[in-house]
């Protein structure tokens, strides 16, 4: 099993609609987890951050934390072709005594006009 | 823009070759990191600084010898590298950097990279 799973894609949906992605993670004792976009060719793009179960809420990005489920999603409203990249999960893991963030390997999105 | 600086963006170099990437932050951040990415592959940590000091080392070969001059500075330099180092290597910073099971980590901030070719 891997330590953070996404659902690579492409996930397509038509513009104005709701984008819903998805990660899993293994870690029961992770505390943080982001969310990244990253154009190809460009570096990752930090989108939101969320520490707390429940919904965090940033403009027409929304980030859901479950962690009895051990579940992180990201919900995009009103989807532009702009939004099309890919958005990485990024949660954190105690290893050897010291933190570090591990990367799922990305969830493409294509949104069509 | 990003906030953090690396340069060069691109650079291509042979096996024997010695150069070094640059990476610069002014948001008063106490924690940075050298990233190497693959093609279609996520980012996979290297190296990360708190206050100037190393504290993580993932294995990383020896060829590739990190340097953090001051809190806005990092280096990273490359001797002797291999084909097969040819990636995107992205620096990223964090306010802090805090280790422990019950701390969270700080969002980090990447820069636009460095895509490195190795002939």
């Known amino acids: 099993q891997k330590e953070v799973e996404q659902n690579s894609g492409p996930l397509s949906v038509p513009e104005g609609a709701i984008a819903s992605l998805n990660c899993t993670y293994s870690?029961?004792?992770?505390?943080?987890f982001f969310w990244y976009r990253q154009y190809s060719g460009k570096s990752p793009e930090l989108i939101m951050f969320?520490?707390?179960?429940g919904d965090k809420e940033d403009g027409r990005f929304t980030a859901q934390l479950n962690k009895a489920s051990q579940y992180v999603s990201l919900l995009i409203r009103d989807s532009q072709p702009s939004d099309s990249a890919t958005y990485l999960c990024?949660?954190?893991?105690?290893?050897?005594?010291?933190?570090?963030?591990?990367f799922g390997a990305g969830t493409r999105l294509a949104v069509h006009p | 823009d990003t906030e953090v600086t690396q340069t060069p963006k691109h650079l291509v170099m042979g096996m024997t070759n010695k150069k070094s990437l640059k990476c610069e932050q002014h948001?008063?951040?106490?924690?940075m990191y050298w990233y190497k990415q693959k093609a279609k592959k996520p980012p996979e940590l290297m190296f990360v600084?708190?206050?100037?000091?190393?504290?993580i080392n993932e294995s990383v070969p020896s060829r590739f010898s990190p340097e953090c001059p001051n809190s806005s500075l990092l280096n990273l330099h490359l001797h002797a590298l291999q084909p097969e180092d040819s990636a995107l290597y992205l620096c990223?910073?964090?306010?802090?950097?805090?280790?422990?099971?019950?701390?969270?980590?700080?969002?980090?901030?990447f820069g636009d990279g460095t895509r490195l070719s190795i002939l």
């Open positions: 990223a910073s964090s306010q802090d950097y805090i280790q422990g099971p019950t701390y969270s980590n700080q969002p980090q901030h």
């Open positions: 870690d029961r004792g992770s505390q943080s």
């Open positions: 969320i520490y707390s179960n």
């Open positions: 990024a949660v954190n893991r105690q290893s050897g005594g010291y933190n570090k963030l591990i």
């Open positions: 948001m008063g951040h106490r924690a």
């Open positions: 600084y708190s206050y100037e000091k190393l504290s």
